[in-house]
């Protein structure tokens, strides 16, 4: 089903989508916020820009986004896939906690903030370009790959990447020489076996937004994850 989203808020949006055609296409989005909150079975495809809290609270649906997106996109996103063919805001993936999130460019600040893992889901974010500051702040589980593609002297990632992180794992395509991170994590050098389960992801962003699978993968890789059962102390006590 075609819909006309340009003369449309939100509300009336979502009521479009709950038609029964399992694939959708909204032309003329303008930043409208919350489409497609809570949706599942959907396939939705999206020409323009959406609005804050694309895809919030996703139970299964898949949406494509021809273009750029705006902050929040899949905020506590439970199932589902969202596909962004450019760049996202501020907080993309805050608190998901399942389905995947790839994004083609870049991501803004505190991407991937409190993500979370319960059971067999894994949520699962890609940003292609750079990501910014705060970058898997308080991070729970789940995985974030950066991929640092098209990036400048900026480098892969912003300030402060995993303050506050207590689980899940991050992995950058890079050697991660210039990148300051907090004592409460560890960042070592993609091993052979972890290279395998980065392979999954890389296919996967490869084949999506059409990249040189080998390409990517021929590059080094850095594993960070949390090494303290305490990470929040060193936040709150003076040494």
């Known amino acids: 089903m075609l819909i006309d989203a340009k003369s449309l808020g939100y509300k009336q949006i979502n009521e ?60 506590t996103m439970n199932s589902g896939k969202i596909v962004i063919h450019g760049d996202v805001g501020d907080a993309a993936g805050y608190a998901m906690r399942g389905g995947s999130i790839f994004v083609k460019g870049n991501a803004g600040y505190r991407a991937g903030i409190h993500m979370k893992a319960y059971e067999n889901k894994v949520p699962l974010m890609v940003i292609g370009g750079r990501a910014g500051s705060f970058l898997g702040e308080y991070q729970a589980g789940g995985i974030i790959v950066v991929l640092g593609l098209n990036t400048d002297e900026k480098g892969i990632v912003g300030n402060f990447p995993c303050t506050g992180m207590h689980a899940g794992k991050m992995i950058l395509r890079s050697d991660c ?39 990517l993968m021929n590059s080094p890789f850095t594993v960070v994850t949390p090494d303290s059962s305490n990470p929040y102390k060193q936040l709150y006590v003076a040494n």
């Open 16 to 75: 479009a989508l709950r038609n029964p055609d399992k694939y959708n296409t909204l032309c003329g989005c303008l930043g409208q916020r919350f489409i497609a909150a809570g949706m599942t079975d959907k396939t939705i495809s999206i020409d323009g820009v959406p609005g804050n809290a694309l895809g919030a609270y996703l139970n299964g649906a898949e949406i494509i986004v021809s273009g750029n997106a705006q902050d929040a996109v899949g905020d």
């Open 177 to 215: 020489k210039n990148v300051e991170f907090p004592s409460q994590v560890s960042a070592r050098a993609a091993t052979s076996e972890d290279m395998k389960e980065i392979g999954k992801y890389v296919s996967e962003f490869c084949q999506l937004f059409d990249y040189d699978e080998s390409g």
